[in-house]
Nanobody, 127 residues
Framework: QLQLVESGGGLVQPGGSLRLSCVAS???????????ISWFRQAPGKEREWVSC????????NYADSVKGRSTISRDNAKNTVYLQMDSLKPEDTGVYYC?????????????????WGKGTLVTVSS
């Protein structure tokens, strides 16, 4: 059973930066590079929304308009890890950030398409 663990959240002032990590484990007859990975976030009182995704090889990435130009997703398959670098953070970026896996060659963005989820890491942007 694939397991995902997020880390790197915290309290940051507006304009600051954070780098979130998503570490995968639990592979049996499988490899991390069989999975595309997405990041989602959920603000208090709001629906969980897609933020970004990266394909298996890392050659293709996509971003929600709300974070485009301020965030960079990357992966290190040797470390079974995906990163989300977030810069110029705004108060509206506050929320719990989740990573999710997709056994797919495509970069997917719908919650129902995800197969495994982490438990999330909290990002708070506030002065």
């Amino acid at each position: 059973q694939l397991q995902l663990v997020e880390s790197g959240g915290g309290l940051v002032q507006p304009g600051g930066s954070l780098r979130l990590s998503c570490v995968a484990s639990g592979f049996t007859f499988d490899n991390f590079d069989n999975y595309a990975i997405s990041w989602f976030r959920q603000a208090p009182g709001k629906e969980r929304e897609w933020v970004s995704c990266i394909t298996r090889s890392g050659n293709n990435t996509n971003y929600a308009d709300s974070v485009k130009g301020r965030s960079t997703i990357s992966r290190d398959n040797a470390k079974n890890t995906v990163y989300l670098q977030m810069d110029s953070l705004k108060p509206e970026d506050t929320g719990v950030y989740y990573c999710a896996s997709q056994y797919s060659s495509l970069c997917l963005r719908h919650r129902i398409q995800m197969t495994n989820w982490g438990k999330g890491t909290l990002v708070t942007v506030s002065s």
